[in-house]
């Protein structure tokens, strides 16, 4: 009986500091990485994923993704293959190199990566510490961490929320100067600032505003005008007339404070009181519609605007918080709390 072979330990990584060669099972490919820093920290990851874990016929994956001229194969035999995987996790094709006589996994290659390669390391007879694991949210349960390794876990729903927030916001260049010195200034000013809409949905509505051509902006809920201000500038093309309706005595001052110290009265017109009174004052339709009120009073404004033909027949009515950071779907909130929202429902 042949004696155990294959004992990583047996190798000292001195052995690889010009290079570490490895062959598929039957020997018929030769490959070698040239890469004297290979051993001198922690290089590759464990992956995780269906595909991965089939193509190497166990719970995991050992693979390097290095620079394509660093990878040497000899294929002298003419056995190396190649099978197009395109139903990926990642979405993105993967192009699987094998023997065909043993069906032993070479390398990978995707348009995720250009100029570079992924190496199977079940060949060599020694494998680098792994930095990292792909997909660990698809480990076995009784899978334990690897301890340095970093878990490229996907993010979970509010970790992506503000990661695309934060991307959208960077490429997003139509908010002003002045809109930002205001953003900056309600910040700084007052506690409850997270009311106010951000500077991504400055841009948003900027953009719809100025998409639909309105003529006429009804707002309810004006907090300092900062949306306002955005309707004002979107609309600076067919000088717009805009209503805002604001109830707390602190907001319309305010608001007022900024209206006047960006000269912006002689198209906005602040409205003081409640919501339901003054809606019924309002004469003619409005083509944008903005209700940033009191959660508990949207269904009965959206009611009314559309009952009383308020809103033109292109017109577009938008409400703030229909997810309520989450509340519209926890079944662990005070229904009261959901109560706007959930008017998006009926």
Partial sequence: MRSPQGDPKDHSVTEF???????????????????????TRRRGHLCHCSNCRKVAGSYVAANLI???????????????????????????????????????????????????????????????EPEMEGFALHRHPWEADLE?????????????????????????????????????????????????????????????????????????????????????????????EIITLELDPKMIAASRETFNGYNLNDRVKLVEGPADEALKKLTGQFDLVFVDANKEGYEGCVKYILDNKLLSFTGLIMCDNVFARGMTISTGEPPATRQGPAVLDR
């Fill in 17 to 39: 500091e010009q290079g570490l060669t490895g062959t598929c099972l039957c020997g018929s490919i030769r490959v070698t990485i040239h890469d004297q820093e290979l051993f």
């Fill in 66 to 128: 290095i620079e394509e001229e660093k990878v040497e194969i000899l294929d002298n035999a003419g056995t190396l293959k190649t099978y197009n995987d395109y139903d990926t996790l990642s979405g993105n094709p993967v192009f699987r190199s094998f023997c065909s006589v043993d069906g032993n996994p070479i390398k990978s290659e995707t348009p995720l990566s250009p100029g570079k390669v992924i190496v199977k390391m079940g060949i060599f007879p020694r494998i680098p």
């Fill in 148 to 240: 340095g390794t970093v878990n490229r876990r996907p993010p979970k729903a509010p970790e992506i929320s503000a990661q695309v927030s934060e991307y959208c916001t960077k490429k997003s260049n139509d908010v002003s100067p002045a809109s930002n010195e205001l953003w900056d200034w309600t910040c700084g000013r007052f506690e409850d600032a997270d009311k106010m809409s951000s500077p991504l949905q400055n841009a948003t509505m900027k953009f719809l505003a100025e998409f639909i051509g309105a003529r006429r902006v009804l707002e309810i809920g004006c907090y300092t005008g900062y949306s306002a201000f955005a309707w004002y500038e979107a609309t600076e093309k067919n000088k717009a």
